[in-house]
């Protein structure tokens, strides 16, 4: 059976980019050979462009890319491990640097779902909004009720200030939208 790929967009240090996911392996990477776009829109639009090309349907293209993602998690998870020497105690260390690599990556995500909430009218801006708002809660929590090293609260600390300046580049422009999903008027 031949392996499919597909693209993405996404973003390199702070230039948009298109990455290629191929099934079953681990990812996505970064395809230097499309070079950098000026907006992760545009990244997007070529990605899409490049999957329609594959004759792959959005479903399909969303399957790749998460199994590429969890591929890539496994061997962290696996290297991590083994650096451990195997006794409850360690085994509880290494799950906490997955945790805190989890931890990051959502707030990352929730820091992308904003700029698209700032780029273009989306279906899903609640969902988005409302998923954003729980990264940020969820990371808040976790450095809150965890023993964490100083490096990893300082990163997870620079995460929730990154969200946080997102959410309120976003919400001014949203606020009528969720006023109106939770049944609330609208405040000025």
């Not at 085994?91 to 273009?120: D, M, P, Y």
């Not at 976790?142 to 023993?147: I, K």
Request: aromatic share 6%.
């Amino acid at each position: 059976m031949q392996e499919r790929l597909a693209f993405t967009a996404s973003f390199w240090g702070s230039a948009a980019v298109v990455s290629r996911a191929v099934e079953g392996r681990a990812g996505p990477i970064v395809d230097q050979e499309f070079g950098q776009f000026e907006s992760w829109t545009q990244a997007n639009a070529f990605a899409a462009k490049l999957n329609e090309g594959l004759d792959l349907d959005p479903l399909q293209v969303h399957e790749i890319l998460t199994g590429s993602i969890l591929r890539a998690i496994d061997p962290l998870h696996a290297a991590t491990a083994r650096q451990c020497s195997g006794d409850a105690l360690d085994g509880a260390v290494a799950g906490k640097s997955v945790r805190v690599q989890f931890i990051l990556a959502e707030l990352n995500l929730a820091v992308t779902f904003c700029r698209i909430l700032r780029s273009r009218q989306s279906p899903h801006t609640i969902r988005m909004l409302r998923n954003a708002r729980n990264a940020l809660f969820n990371a808040l929590d976790y450095a809150l009720h965890s023993e964490l090293s100083s490096t990893d609260l300082e990163k997870i600390t620079a995460g929730c200030k990154k969200l946080h300046a997102a959410l309120q580049e976003s919400l001014p422009q949203r606020v009528e939208l969720i006023a109106a999903a939770d049944g609330q008027p609208a405040r000025s």
